[in-house]
């Protein structure tokens, strides 16, 4: 089965730092531009880190200084470093392909405690 599957998710306190990652399984390649997209609760999913195939970055402002994305080719893993992370990041952070998308995965949950 080709998907993208997330982990890293968990519980920090206001301040804290966690490390997601996105590994493509069966035939998908993540040497594509990626993106790294969150939910919260009662919101519409929302892109928040881009990389694309040049290994070129952008993120949205809300995490810009905070958030770093990158990928290791060799496992076909993009990751997400969080650090300094806020209540407002609590959400269900989610990858995908930004140009030829598939099928969302489980995601993976992030909660930041006050």
């Known amino acids: 089965q080709v998907q993208l599957v997330e982990s890293g998710g968990g519980l920090v306190q206001t301040g804290g730092s966690l490390r997601l990652s996105c590994a493509g399984s069966?035939?998908?390649?993540?040497?594509?531009?990626m993106g790294w997209y969150r939910q919260a609760p009662g919101k519409q999913r929302e892109l928040v880190a881009r990389?694309?195939?040049?290994?070129?970055?952008n993120y949205a402002d809300s995490v810009k200084g905070r958030f770093f994305v990158s990928r290791l080719d060799n496992k076909n893993t993009v990751y997400l470093q969080m650090t300094n992370l806020m209540p407002e990041d609590t959400a269900v952070y989610y990858c995908?392909?930004?140009?030829?998308?598939?099928?969302w995965g489980q995601g993976t949950q992030v909660t930041v405690s006050s």
């Open positions: 995908n392909r930004l140009e030829d998308p598939v099928s």
């Open positions: 069966g035939s998908i390649s993540i040497r594509t531009a």
């Open positions: 990389l694309d195939a040049h290994g070129y970055t």
